[in-house]
């Protein structure tokens, strides 16, 4: 199912408190997935960027650092709570930040060489008209590279949390939950790029399996962040239920130092032709 644009907008507009609230603790693991996606896109000092969906700043902060002091780095979001949270983050005001539906970008034509996005076209109601915008906000020869989730079934955590609270409530995953997901079959983001008009277009998969610790509810924070507007309303005792499902379930991943999660995601990149 497609959403329409203002139920997006809502959407994460409720979920910007918990995304600011466990930024500083899930930076770490993003950067294992900023720095493949920022290669892709072959950022270097000097360039300006466009990055889409920033959320509450992961990548856009790293790469201000790369672009440095001759760069310029836009960070964007359709909700407005997401940038409301991202700026009070912005500790050195690195980055410029503007409210902006990826659809029809607030820009005009070739003024970004690199355009950024990680984990936001998945949630666009036509990606293919968001990506023929960003094609016209690059430069000649300038690149995209975009980052989106691979299968849900290849996702421990997301596919775990979303069992158990679907176990303890009775209701299943909403559509948003799903549009996750909506470019995990590999190459069906490439495809769209290539019909946007780039050239040279790339598709790299990566797989992380980190080890999370045994004696820390290190799922609370992804909960909160992918399912708070379900679980925010439960009782104590539901919510409980929900933690002793999942700690349940994850003895099926349980080694002698930790729990092996497993995650996989797609890294597309291409070109807009001279």
């Known amino acids: 199912m497609t959403l329409d644009l203002e139920s997006v907008r809502q959407h994460w507009d409720a979920k910007a408190t918990a995304w600011a609230n466990h930024s500083d603790t899930l930076s770490t693991m993003a950067d294992r997935y900023n720095l493949p996606l920022l290669e892709a896109a072959g950022l270097k000092s000097g360039d300006h960027v466009l990055d889409l969906a920033s959320g509450v700043g992961e ?4 790469e201000a650092r790369l672009a440095g002091p001759d760069g310029v780095v836009i960070a ?34 070739s003024c970004f060489n690199r355009v950024i996005c990680r984990f936001g076209i998945m949630f666009v109601p036509d990606p293919m008209t968001a990506l023929t915008d960003v094609r016209r906000v ?19 955590l997301f596919s775990l949390l979303s069992s158990a609270v679907e176990s303890v409530t009775g209701e299943p995953p909403d559509d948003h939950h799903f549009q996750i997901f909506r470019f995990g079959e590999p190459g069906s983001l490439a495809a769209l790029f290539k019909s946007a008009g780039f050239v040279d277009v790339t598709e790299t998969s990566h797989s992380f399996t980190p080890l999370a610790p045994l004696d820390v509810p290190f799922w609370r924070a992804p909960l909160e962040m992918t399912f708070g507007h379900v679980v925010d309303q439960l009782s104590a005792q539901d919510r409980q239920k929900v933690d002793d499902d999942i700690l349940n379930r994850l003895q099926a991943v349980r080694e002698a130092k930790g729990y092996r999660l497993h995650a996989n995601l797609h890294i597309v990149a291409g070109r807009h032709s001279m």
């Open 76 to 109: 964007t979001d359709l909700a407005e709570g997401m940038l409301t949270a991202l700026k009070a983050r912005d500790k050195g005001t690195l980055l410029h930040l503007t409210t902006a539906d990826m659809q029809r970008l607030p820009f005009r034509d």
């Open 59 to 62: 990548p856009a902060f790293t």
């Open 138 to 156: 690059l430069v000649p020869d300038g690149r995209a590279a975009f980052m989106v989730w691979g299968r849900r079934d290849d996702q421990t």
